[in-house]
């Protein structure tokens, strides 16, 4: 190894931080859990302050010479570029992974992720900088993707292959409570300032704040991490090559089939996530013109029931198998998605059922949507697999949904909006049905 690669490698931080994390005692998977949540929280947050401000904020600020709803649809063609740029992110840091270690990976990743958030918060208005608004802003997004992709720790899969085995559905869930805590804690900043703050302050500098916190929470989130990822145990997989990052294309072309597989078994839930989070936010404020602070507190209502819906698929999980919640939860979504859009346009009380609901199906179907394949990788593929496939679910499930969904509704109607949930749920139903090795070890 010559000088420069010994110096940015991070082995020397993760044996050390093994002597003071994990000395004399093994690390429990309730330890782990803990890890994972403000991992993935702190990530969340940083997805859905972006994405409440593609609502709220963008289409005034970035992009003020258009309609509302075409400056909304430009904010949400932005916000897809993060999903684009995701796999590219795995690329670059499956390779610093590979030569200079996860501790070294996992520090740039963070830090991207933060500054360019963060760089987010010090954008220009168009009314200041005209175009170039949009553009910085573009380059930004793609930067938060690229750290996304390059976030992946392997920490989902740790706390699985450590889990009890009669517990698999209950820690499999455990990830996925990072969405609806992290979507919480974004609707209380943004309903913070919304509150307290005119309209004209909101939109010159209120709407910065969130952009602020989120490095802060981005650093207590990465000496988290870095505690785990350096524990013996997660050396030991490492050494087994059970977590060992394979090369990126060998993966891909290795195991295609799982990996397609694997990007369309979630497919359900992943549509569903947007149009339950970010598409209805911008709907009802654009079409029935009402006050965001009241939609805001509906779905963070919509948030808390997602989080008890979660619990309970891990608990459900554990007793029918997790195939069996996610191929359930996939046809309840196709029924939900034959009449709830409508709902949207049925004021207060139809609005509230609509979300109420989804978050519900939303949970059951999220909590065990990740890593419904990984088990079908051989070991020395897993950990690269794991993180290809899960940002090609992102990308086809989910990274599109809003502005796919806004674009049909408002030149189609709602109806529209159900028939591409509903493609989603077919497509989870066709992945689950045709993966028969799946079926096997997960039923």
């Given at each position: 190894?010559?000088?420069?690669?010994?110096?940015?490698?991070?082995?020397?931080?993760?044996?050390?931080?093994?002597?003071?994390?994990?000395?004399?005692?093994?690390?429990?998977?309730?330890?782990?859990?803990?890890?994972?949540?403000?991992?993935?929280?702190?990530?969340?947050?940083?997805?859905?302050?972006?994405?409440?401000?593609?609502?709220?904020?963008?289409?005034?600020?970035?992009?003020?010479?258009?309609?509302?709803?075409?400056?909304?649809?430009?904010?949400?063609?932005?916000?897809?570029?993060?999903?684009?740029?995701?796999?590219?992110?795995?690329?670059?840091?499956?390779?610093?992974?590979?030569?200079?270690?996860?501790?070294?990976?996992?520090?740039?990743?963070?830090?991207?992720?933060?500054?360019?958030?963060?760089?987010?918060?010090?954008?220009?208005?168009?009314?200041?900088?005209?175009?170039?608004?949009?553009?910085?802003?573009?380059v930004f997004r793609v930067g938060q993707g690229v750290a996304l992709g390059g976030a992946w720790d392997g920490l989902p899969s740790l706390l699985s292959l450590n889990a009890p085995e009669d517990r698999r559905g209950w820690y499999a869930m455990i990830p996925q409570l990072g969405a609806p805590l992290g979507l919480l804690v974004a609707i209380g900043l943004f309903t913070y300032f919304?509150?307290?703050?005119?309209?004209?302050?909101?939109?010159?500098?209120?709407?910065?704040?969130?952009?602020?916190?989120?490095?802060?929470?981005?650093?207590?989130?990465?000496?988290?991490?870095?505690?785990?990822?350096?524990?013996?145990?997660?050396?030991?997989?490492?050494?087994?090559?059970?977590?060992?990052?394979?090369?990126?294309?060998?993966?891909?072309?290795?195991?295609?089939?799982?990996?397609?597989?694997?990007?369309?078994?979630?497919?359900?839930?992943?549509?569903?996530?947007?149009?339950?989070?970010?598409?209805?936010?911008?709907?009802?404020?654009?079409?029935?013109?009402?006050?965001?602070?009241?939609?805001?507190?509906?779905?963070?209502?919509?948030?808390?029931?997602?989080?008890?819906?979660?619990?309970?698929?891990?608990?459900?999980?554990?007793?029918?198998?997790?195939?069996?919640?996610?191929?359930?939860?996939?046809?309840?979504?196709?029924?939900?998605?034959?009449?709830?859009?409508?709902?949207?346009?049925?004021?207060?009380?139809?609005?509230?059922?609509?979300?109420?609901?989804?978050?519900?199906?939303?949970?059951?179907?999220?909590?065990?949507?990740?890593?419904?394949?990984?088990?079908?990788?051989?070991?020395?593929?897993?950990?690269?697999?794991?993180?290809?496939?899960?940002?090609?679910?992102?990308?086809?499930?989910?990274?599109?949904?809003?502005?796919?969904?806004?674009?049909?509704?408002?030149?189609?109607?709602?109806?529209?909006?159900?028939?591409?949930?509903?493609?989603?749920?077919?497509?989870?139903?066709?992945?689950?049905?045709?993966?028969?090795?799946?079926?096997?070890?997960?039923?």
């Amino acid at each position: 190894m010559t000088a420069p690669i010994a110096a940015s490698n991070s082995t020397p931080l993760e044996r050390d931080a093994r002597l003071v994390n994990a000395r004399d005692h093994r690390i429990a998977p309730g330890e782990i859990a803990i890890g994972v949540i403000i991992g993935r929280t702190s990530e969340f947050f940083d997805f859905f302050v972006y994405a409440l401000a593609s609502v709220l904020v963008f289409p005034s600020v970035v992009f003020p010479y258009v309609d509302a709803l075409t400056g909304t649809l430009y904010s949400f063609a932005l916000f897809a570029l993060a999903f684009v740029a995701r796999p590219f992110g795995t690329l670059l840091f499956m390779w610093i992974d590979r030569n200079h270690g996860r501790g070294v990976k996992l520090t740039i990743a963070l830090f991207l992720l933060g500054g360019s958030t963060m760089a987010i918060a010090l954008l220009p208005s168009y009314n200041q900088v005209g175009a170039l608004s949009a553009i910085l802003l573009g380059v930004f997004r793609v930067g938060q993707g690229v750290a996304l992709g390059g976030a992946w720790d392997g920490l989902p899969s740790l706390l699985s292959l450590n889990a009890p085995e009669d517990r698999r559905g209950w820690y499999a869930m455990i990830p996925q409570l990072g969405a609806p805590l992290g979507l919480l804690v974004a609707i209380g900043l943004f309903t913070y300032f919304l509150s307290f703050l005119s309209q004209a302050d909101f939109l010159s500098w209120g709407w910065r704040y969130p952009f602020f916190v989120v490095l802060a929470i981005n650093v207590v989130a990465l000496f988290a991490r870095l505690r785990l990822v350096a524990t013996p145990e997660f050396e030991r997989l490492f050494e087994s090559r059970e977590l060992q990052p394979s090369p990126a294309f060998e993966t891909l072309f290795g195991e295609w089939r799982t990996i397609l597989l694997g990007a369309f078994a979630p497919l359900a839930s992943f549509a569903l996530f947007h149009l339950v989070t970010v598409f209805p936010l911008s709907w009802v404020t654009l079409r029935a013109g009402e006050q965001p602070i009241r939609f805001l507190i509906i779905e963070a209502g919509g948030a808390v029931v997602g989080v008890l819906a979660m619990l309970a698929s891990g608990m459900i999980a554990d007793r029918v198998g997790r195939r069996a919640v996610l191929g359930v939860s996939a046809v309840l979504i196709g029924a939900y998605s034959g009449f709830a859009p409508q709902l949207l346009n049925a004021g207060g009380f139809g609005e509230t059922i609509y979300m109420l609901v989804g978050f519900a199906l939303l949970g059951l179907a999220f909590g065990q949507s990740s890593g419904a394949v990984n088990s079908s990788f051989p070991a020395q593929h897993r950990y690269t697999g794991a993180a290809i496939v899960a940002n090609s679910a992102w990308l086809l499930g989910a990274g599109f949904a809003p502005l796919a969904a806004l674009f049909l509704a408002s030149r189609f109607g709602l109806w529209s909006v159900g028939a591409y949930l509903l493609s989603g749920a077919v497509c989870t139903l066709a992945a689950l049905g045709i993966n028969k090795e799946f079926a096997r070890k997960q039923g």
